[in-house]
């Protein structure tokens, strides 16, 4: 049966990242990373799920994810980067932006770069909030207001945009090479162009009604101007950058904060999101509009855990369609991916077939069979 | 030298002391009482434990108890199983020679564990799954034994399957489902007495250990006794002796079987441990004992709290209320809660517990949750969500308070401003636009205008941020040159009361440019209206009615200003609306 392993780490995880695998293999990834929050020592680690393709039915532990190598934090990650097979890059409560570099023979890591005051105020650090790369570049982005541009292997900063904001920026994704996508603790979004001097935004965004904090944003793998956020209120927006102050849609995913929104970076007509309120969706759009009450009856729930007691599952379709940019309406489902009863999922990732997930509860979680 | 200490949350402050007001040593020590939550490998525990807790508790309480009791069943099994993993894990880092300085305290924790192990399956199989009318009590205890002598067993088969299957099938016939308890002794009886019959005949003689195990077969005590060293605990003996002697033994007979075995086992020289008098109060089925002894022998309330929490629920506990109000389960709960709270991770687990007492669980949470430090937003947010869940809105404004004071001081004022809004605290609020406002009178210009531009509906939340943001809208406009509109808002902002009375002045002079331009702007009832806010500035009465005539102004109005130019700016004031008024009136 497809399940869910949840591996237990004593450490709260804030991120969760798969390594990427080469696009023109169609292998299923088998490492990832994660990063601690609220611990006395941070930490990031590097785990290895094993052989994909070998399920056996007794052994309930096949897959359980294996440390490989672990290493020293200064403070929460807060977030959490491949900039290649070999380098991460972190943001720190600290402010500080780390490289670390995973050496493959030894199974160990090492710091490779370190900006220690990326992020400050006047008088003290202030955390980075966000980091995102296109290598050799690397965006952060922090509580301080701030946008800097670094590059890997050159020391120093390439740019910053100081006072960017006035409240702490949260998030932040790569629009075009040249172009990012900021959001803040006010509910703006604000489209940024490296190629213009100045501080200035070139567009910003929000809701015309209340402007709630936004977490987590991301941009559709194929459409370079659609974007979905995610906030305090849980709800999902997708937005069309080109189009101006109106949201295609809205929709209510999560009673509280939603922390991450994934677009699937191969199959876009599946989107996930984690939330403070402890679930994990899958979002799936469908070109059938005929019958969406049929399709509202797929339960699929899930989850093999040492200890958890086997929840209801639940499936809610939806008010509205979910538009993927090319204005066919098509009904929309999600499915709950994890067991009722968690602490808050702090981070997710997902790639071809897998999805990798981190909670409040200490605990891992790991789905090599999400049908997309 | 003295010792001074101070009693912490979870631990106590130490200090060396002299008394004197010099020369003293200048550390504080921290003494941890609870070290086990600091462990890696226990923080597993804690977390699954956590996880069962909480499903257990919203099992409902409306269920008939048939319902339940396999449900309870299945808990106590997750309980075991989270515990066996913990142990095992435990076993395995004690056993990595790297690890040798840590040795002593891992080895002290597998003992630990192994304990809580032990202890957790007796109980649970004592007061949980069996039924005490029914007889096959001798079989879960054999199964609880089973569990932790495994080899024993093994060795065990191998010995026995050499033996005459004849005598074994009938045996093994244990029973089931579908045999009653007459039927079985029946049975029993009948085959031991073939074992004995064949030890009369002495068919074993020729070999020395046949002749053992046929004995021990029978329950042949003293030959037991001889394998002290296989039975390695004198409660494996008692499961022996009831298996071989009393397979039917009632649950009621147990504890006197256990002091017997008990006695039998240990040497007259060896002091009984702290479990063995526990195990006997197992036996006796005093479950408060049991309780008490194991409160008193652990340092961490954790196993405690945990199996009250499942007896309560199994309805096998007595509720009493103790001196300071909560029942015994809600006390332990609260004991490990609070305890969990002082980590600096594991105080997210504890709210739920708190959530689970409902007697004192809530004034508990409401006096640690303010003390978790708040180092980056995002733990503050995870805070304030936990407190908004239950409806603790001081909670929620301190903090958001703290936040904002915290931003404010780092001139983030839209930080401070969006912390303002989560809280809905108006006087903040103010304070933000105050600051804002005060920018804007010393430097001429507004700083961050991304936040002023797109205030949205958050500008209802006060008043002084309606008018910052109206102000700034005027600005704008008059920006666009769109100047009648302009002034139509700037002359609202007063006459709407919106605008304070300090800025007053600040707008009559914005107003100026507006009365200067060649076309005429404000109209006559405008202007009017504008003469009379700033009579109304000056002599600091009430809203003048519109008929009044206009008055010379000659005197020095009785507030301070911060402006010295005063009398000379309102001169020129007057001047121009009296201009303006004119070219009005001119014009028809």
């Given at each position: 049966m497809d399940g869910i392993n949840a591996k237990y780490v004593s450490k709260k995880i804030s991120k969760t990242r798969w390594r990427p695998v080469s696009s023109s293999s169609l292998q299923q990834p088998d490492i990832f990373a994660t990063g601690s929050w609220d611990n006395e020592d941070n930490s990031i680690s590097i785990w290895s799920i094993g052989e994909n393709g070998v399920s056996s039915m007794d052994d309930e532990f096949e897959g359980d994810p294996q440390l490989l190598c672990e290493y020293k934090h200064n403070g929460d990650v807060l977030d959490l980067q491949f900039l290649d097979q070999d380098r991460i890059v972190t943001a720190s409560s600290t402010g500080a932006v780390t490289i670390f570099r995973h050496h493959h023979n030894s199974q160990t890591l090492s710091v490779s770069q370190l900006w220690e005051r990326a992020h400050h105020y006047p008088c003290n650090n202030a955390p980075c909030t966000g980091v995102v790369c296109n290598s050799p570049e690397i965006v952060t982005v922090g509580e301080d207001g701030r946008i800097m541009l670094f590059r890997a292997d050159q020391e120093g900063v390439l740019r910053t945009i100081e006072m960017a904001d006035s409240s702490a920026i949260h998030a932040v994704t790569f629009l075009r090479t040249t172009e990012i996508l900021t959001v803040n603790s006010i509910g703006q979004l604000k489209l940024w162009d490296f190629r213009q001097p100045g501080n200035e935004p070139s567009q910003i965004l929000s809701l015309t009604g209340d402007r709630v904090p936004l977490h987590c944003v991301d941009r559709h793998p194929n459409q370079q101007h659609i974007v979905a956020t995610g906030g305090q209120d849980g709800m999902l927006c997708i937005w069309d950058v080109r189009q101006g102050n109106m949201p295609i849609s809205l929709m209510e995913a999560h009673t509280s904060e939603m922390w991450e929104v994934h677009f699937h970076p191969s199959n876009p007509g599946h989107l996930f999101s984690c939330s403070e309120d402890g679930s994990l969706l899958h979002w799936e759009t469908s070109s059938n509009t005929d019958t969406p009450s049929l399709q509202g009856n797929r339960i699929k729930l899930l989850i093999i855990s040492r200890s958890a007691i086997a929840p209801a599952g639940g499936n809610q379709s939806l008010i509205n369609a979910w538009?993927?940019?090319?204005?066919?309406?098509?009904?929309?489902?999600?499915?709950?991916?994890?067991p009722s009863q968690m602490l808050s999922v702090n981070s997710l990732d997902v790639l071809g077939q897998c999805l990798v997930c981190g909670t409040d509860g200490e605990a891992i979680y790991v789905n090599r069979y999400v049908p997309i | 030298k003295h010792l001074g200490f101070v009693w912490g949350p979870g631990d106590i402050l130490v200090y060396e002391t002299i008394y004197k007001a010099s020369g003293g040593c200048p550390f504080v020590h921290e003494v941890r009482k609870d070290e086990d939550i600091y462990s890696p490998i226990l923080r597993k525990l804690f977390n699954e434990s956590h996880h069962i807790f909480v499903g257990l508790q919203r099992i409902r309480e409306d269920l008939p108890s048939k319902n339940k009791k396999p449900q309870f069943v299945s808990i106590s099994k997750n309980y075991r199983s989270v515990i066996r993993a913990c142990m095992e894990e435990l076993q395995q880092v004690a056993g990595i020679p790297s690890l040798s300085t840590l040795k002593g305290f891992i080895s002290m924790m597998s003992h630990l564990s192994l304990w809580c192990k032990q202890n957790f399956n007796i109980f649970c199989t004592l007061f949980v799954v069996c039924d005490p009318l029914a007889g096959s009590l001798v079989l879960h205890l054999l199964d609880w034994v089973r569990l932790h002598k495994a080899d024993v067993d093994e060795k065990a088969r191998e010995v026995l399957a050499s033996e005459s299957p004849a005598e074994h099938q009938a045996y093994w016939?244990?029973?089931?489902?579908?045999?009653?308890?007459?039927?079985?002794?029946?049975?029993?009886?009948?085959?031991?007495?073939?074992?004995?019959?064949?030890?009369?005949?002495?068919?074993?003689?020729?070999n020395r250990h046949l002749e053992d195990i046929c004995k021990i077969l029978v329950g042949d005590e003293d030959v037991l006794l001889e394998y002290k060293e296989l039975l390695s605990t004198w409660y494996h003996f008692l499961v022996t002796r009831l298996l071989f002697s009393h397979p039917t033994v009632k649950p009621t007979e147990l504890h006197y079987y256990a002091q017997s075995s008990m006695h039998m086992f240990l040497d007259t020289r060896s002091v009984p441990e702290p479990l063995d008098s526990i195990l006997l109060a197992a036996f006796e089925f005093d479950i408060h004992q049991v309780i008490k002894d194991c409160s008193i022998a652990l340092n961490n309330w954790w196993f405690v709290g945990h199996l009250t929490d499942l007896l309560d629920h199994c309805k096998l506990l007595q509720s009493h209320n103790l001196h300071f109000g909560s029942n015994l389960r809600e006390f332990l709960l609260l004991e490990y809660a609070s305890g969990l709270f002082t980590h600096h991770s594991l105080w997210q687990l504890a709210v739920d517990y708190f959530d689970h007492c409902p007697e004192f669980g809530r004034v508990y949470l409401e006096l640690q949750i303010e003390r978790v430090p708040l180092d980056t937003e995002r733990k503050a947010l995870k805070v304030i969500r936990i407190c908004e869940q239950r409806q603790m809105t001081e909670q929620v404004r301190s903090i958001c308070k703290i936040m904002a004071k915290k931003a404010l001081r780092n001139n983030r004022l839209g930080s401070a401003l969006s912390w303002s809004i989560r809280a809905k605290d108006a006087a903040f609020a103010t304070l933000i636009s105050e600051r804002f406002l005060q920018d804007y009178c010393a430097k001429g210009t507004f700083s961050d205008l991304d936040l002023i531009d797109n205030l949205g509906p958050a500008m209802l939340l006060s008043d002084r941020l309606t008018f910052l943001g109206k102000y700034r809208e005027f600005h704008r406009l008059y920006g666009e040159k769109r100047f009648s509109d302009a002034a139509k808002l700037l002359l609202s902002l007063m006459t709407a009361k919106i605008a304070p009375h300090s800025f007053w002045m600040t707008l009559l002079t914005d107003a100026l440019p507006l009365l200067e331009q060649k076309e005429v702007i404000f109209s006559a009832d405008q202007t009017h209206e504008l003469m009379f806010c700033l009579e109304e500035l000056t002599s600091g009465k009430s809203v003048p009615t519109p008929d009044r005539p206009m008055q010379v102004l000659g005197y020095t109005p009785p507030y301070p200003l911060s402006n010295v130019c005063f009398p000379f700016n309102l001169l020129i004031h007057c001047f121009i609306i009296c201009s303006n008024l004119y070219s009005c009136l001119a014009r028809g």
């Open positions: 538009l993927t940019g090319d204005s066919s309406k098509g009904h929309l489902e999600t499915t709950h991916m994890l | 016939d244990v029973p089931g489902e579908t045999q009653t308890l007459t039927e079985f002794d029946v049975k029993w009886r009948h085959w031991r007495e073939e074992v004995d019959h064949c030890l009369q005949d002495q068919s074993f003689a020729s």
